[in-house]
Structure formats: C-alpha cells, structure tokens
Nanobody, 114 residues
Framework: VQLQASGGGLVQAGGSLTLSCAASTNILTFNAMNWYRQSPGNQRELLATLTRSGDATYRDSVKGRFTIFRDTGGNTVYLQMNSLKSEDTAVYYC?????????WGQGTQVTVSS
C-alpha cells in the first residue's frame, strides 16, 4: 500500500486548504483512514478519522473547521480545512489501516501566516 499526500502550502489565517491522500488501492479496503499532523517540538497528533462505514470523528481543536471525506469508489481521501489558524501550521500526514497494519503517506507542509 502506498499513500501520496498533497495539497499543502502557504495560506493566510482565516483561509482554507484541501489536502488529498491518494492510495494505491481502493480506500474501501481499509478499515479506516486518518489525518495526523506534527509541528516542531510536538508529538504527531490525530486530527480526523474516517471509517470504512463512513463515520467521521475529529480532534476537538479542529472540530467544525476540518472535514474528512473520501472519493467514494475511488482511491482518495481529503481533508478540507477552513478558518485556518497559525497554530494549524504543521506537517500533515495521512494514514491508512489495513487489517492491523498502519500505512503512512509522506507529509505535506501547511503553513498559516498570521
């Protein structure tokens, strides 16, 4: 399984970005897909989870601002990020769980300028 994350960039505070994570196989074969982020000096933190059944859960700090969704029948999961804040600056990673194995994509940098 290979995951390719993209869509990061520089955005002003209050702006929006949509990240994409393209998988090498149909994402419905995964138990769940996640988005994480890591900023310098901090641990990687879980932001959002989308299960195979379509249930989504979010970290409190992004709830109401971020939305995880998928290209149904396809190979891509997205993270729509609105009302971005400077504290959202981080490297963002996607992760897929296949059986009991996690697979990680490479990170994509998101920088929010205040």
């Amino acid at each position: 399984v290979q995951l390719q994350a993209s869509g990061g960039g520089l955005v002003q505070a209050g702006g929006s970005l949509t990240l994409s994570c393209a998988a090498s196989t149909n994402i419905l074969t995964f138990n769940a897909m996640n988005w994480y982020r890591q900023s310098p000096g901090n641990q990687r933190e879980l932001l959002a989870t989308l299960t195979r059944s379509g249930d989504a859960t979010y970290r409190d700090s992004v709830k109401g601002r971020f939305t995880i969704f998928r290209d149904t029948g396809g190979n891509t999961v997205y993270l729509q990020m609105n009302s971005l804040k400077s504290e959202d600056t981080a490297v963002y990673y996607c992760r897929a769980v296949h059986g009991s194995f996690p697979y990680w994509g490479q990170g994509t940098q998101v920088t929010v300028s205040s």
